[in-house]
């Protein structure tokens, strides 16, 4: 029986396991700072801590209602790595989930906002 929350393609499950559990483990300041607000369900859902989708590892993922939460860094402003971040938004957005992304910046410095975007988004 596949559950809801097993999303990642077979094929590639290995490789994405062990690469996201690193991630898991060395996260970004970013990344830790979230991830204080999002566990434990106290956003009022569950989110999972890079969470593999198809052949993605989203940064948070709420399975229901289908939220992704992405971080971006610097390398995100290339050229290149913003063309890869839409082709994988597309794909996501296919399968039904709503990607939202917020910077490492808006994350450190100005967080309520970030939370109160979150929110907004999970009810919507």
Same mark, same amino acid.
């Given at each position: 029986?596949?559950?809801?929350?097993?999303?990642? #393609?077979?094929?590639?499950?290995?490789m994405l396991k062990a690469f996201a559990a690193k991630h898991r483990q060395?996260?970004?300041e970013a990344e830790s700072l979230m991830w204080k607000y999002l566990r434990a369900s106290q956003m009022g859902v569950r989110y999972r801590q890079?969470?593999?989708?198809g052949q993605f590892i989203? #940064?948070?993922a709420c399975v229901s209602p289908k939220l992704i939460i992405e971080i971006d860094g610097g390398y995100h402003s290339l050229p290149e790595q913003q063309i890869s971040d839409e082709?994988?938004?597309?794909?996501?957005?296919?399968?039904g989930y709503k990607v939202i992304r917020f910077t490492n910046e808006e994350i450190l410095y100005n967080i309520e906002a970030v939370l109160e975007k979150i929110?907004?988004?999970?009810?919507?």
């Open positions: 029986m596949n559950r809801p929350y097993q999303t990642a #393609d077979p094929v590639l499950y290995g060395f996260p970004t890079q969470h593999i989708i989203a #940064d948070f082709e994988r938004t597309e794909w996501l957005e296919k399968q929110k907004y988004e999970q009810y919507r």
